[in-house]
């Protein structure tokens, strides 16, 4: 069959790979430059992939391209207000950190070499006519029009997606979209003048502060890439923060280690635009067997479990083992594949969300630290029948909504037992023995 | 000031008129013709006007002219499959039956008549510039651009409202927009030869079937406007129904009084489109001093408790009341009317999506039918200290979310102190003192 796919990142170019090593045909339309020769800048949080998308990776043969590319963090390095550390571990995976660019590029350098793969770049979709798997762009260079009739239609043009737009047009289409109240701005901590790293390279640095909060992913050169995450408006949000005293001023207080490390942080932080964090669901993700949705399209998540990739991923594997079920009928196809997708990602987006929460308050309630420790402590004796919520999405392929019932159960039953009010008393005690 | 409103329907039009009545200059630009001129046609359920809206256009100097234009309905009958009936008041007040063409109408009229205010009708809302509250319109007959500038731009557009739209580009816009399941289409029982009605005219008709409802509104002329509400698809649904035949079947089977009442059952079924049903909820309602939402633009509700309307009339006053108290910063008079309307026209969403699986089950569960007879009683002897959930939403202006809070604490309390369990037991006996 033949395919138009609209977006070229993570998603479009995954899914454009998986379909034409199945002998599709697959054209590939983006608004941005080509970004094997474009540098990718701009602010975009380092990309988290872990088990599910390595998985996807490897099964599409990019397995040691990618691990050329990443900063493997085996769990997340506390820092509080005086400067000590606390680490917790991810377990046996943990999460890697790549930068979009650099997996961008590979994954379109990567399609581009299979047959039957094309990508047009610079070209804005400005409509779509769904009954015919019909999309119309623009060229940004000429201004001329294209259009690109195929068999089918895919949106894996993210978040703000014009083909979801133009989908849902005349349909009873569910849409939430919610941002949180909360942005971010990135920062930049530099290598050592050797090169170095000036901080722990292997770990997911966090600094949970509560109203605010702050976290570094190692980059391969030395760096790390900071994101500053603060409310819009409040007390200590970027509404008050004006000038570079005043940026200065709340580092001091509250990040005192990083003041160190990042130069001229008033300077910077007034340079970087202000980012926002926003969950959407959205249903349908496809109409009749004419277009579909995958990634960020269908279901934008907080970034906070760091799994927006791995869930975008595994979009594409089902779409393609659903399309290899009913090769004669797509429409069935994608009736499938919304089937299986769409729990497991109102589940990871609700995950997302409260993951939030509990990374920036994480420093706070002595309980939620102690039913953690139990959490991790169970999982070593239980020879893995018992796994942390966070270990069950980042380090296997259990389905999302599966995890989270599993996890929910595990709750009711750590509460059930009363053992977190016990457990209170020996927090001590029983720190010592795991660490 | 100046205000430009998009849409002359209820809201706009109720708003156009408020606002000169204060003082200021309207205009108001609507995509349809005038429809002081035009029939109002088309499929639109009646509307309903109950205290709220009867208090707003009372204040507004329109009783006697709108209660010329109403068809008061006193209660609830229940027709039940074998044709009997069952009543069940309203209350003082109750939900008097209005056209929308008519008090489209009568609206637009009023509101011509008081100076500045000027409509413009078939003008198209092509876009806004929301810093300058800057309108631009398309006349539907010449093809001409149009623009509008004022102090402050209204969007009074409805559902889909394209104000809307523009106002949360590049805006951290939260907003969800649910279709139900179910959608439906309008039928008619005309009025006896001799001009009478063939039902009891003042009363709200309801053929509840649990998988699928009946509803008819009296009119004026001796004919009834029914609507046939059903899941699109499923076993009893619009996908189901196929022909004439399917369509009767369905009707001998589940609405046998209405079989006879309905001539041409059939083919006036497939004349007819089916109609959707969704709530939709938006936040912000405003841009700083320069565009502000009213009504379906801001908060569509489902239509089963007959609120729609007068939860649009509410806004407008609260709008008006809020630009009064602070004349000269309309940004805060804005934020006022949404902290005091957004949590109301909330509560008032979800009352009425429960309200529908109330409608649709009612003959159903004799427990609830108890709760409810028990509820009623309780209004009595208390002398309006209790109050079910549909007195205080349709014969009050207590604000809906305080009715919901209020409703939610009386029904904790029937069931704390286990009185449906023991009332159960003697439901006939306390039906009949209560009737």
Redesign the interface.
Known sequence: MEFTIVGAGMAGAFLALSLAREGHTVTVYDLRPDPRVASGEGSSMNLGLSRRGLDALGHAGLRSEVDALVMPMRGRLLHDREGGTRFSTYGDGGILAIQRSDLGALLVDAAAKVPGVRFVFEARCTGIEKDTATAYFVDQTTGKGLTAKADVLVGADGVYSAVRRFLQRDE????????LDWGWRELHIPARPDGGFRMDPDVFHLWPRGDTMMFAHPNRDGSFTCSCVLP?RGPRSFETLREAGDVERLFRDLFPDLLELVPDIGTWFFDRPTM?L?TTRTTPWHHEDKVVLVGDACHAVFPFLAQGMNAAFEDCRELVSSLRAHPDDPGVAFERYYARRKPNTDALAEMSRRNFAELRDTVRSPAVRVEKALDVALERVSGKRWMPLHAMVTNTTIPYAQAQRRAARQHRLLRGLGVVGLAAIGTALLRKRLS
């Open positions: 009873r289409a569910g849409y939430t979209q919610e941002f819009f926002n926003v």
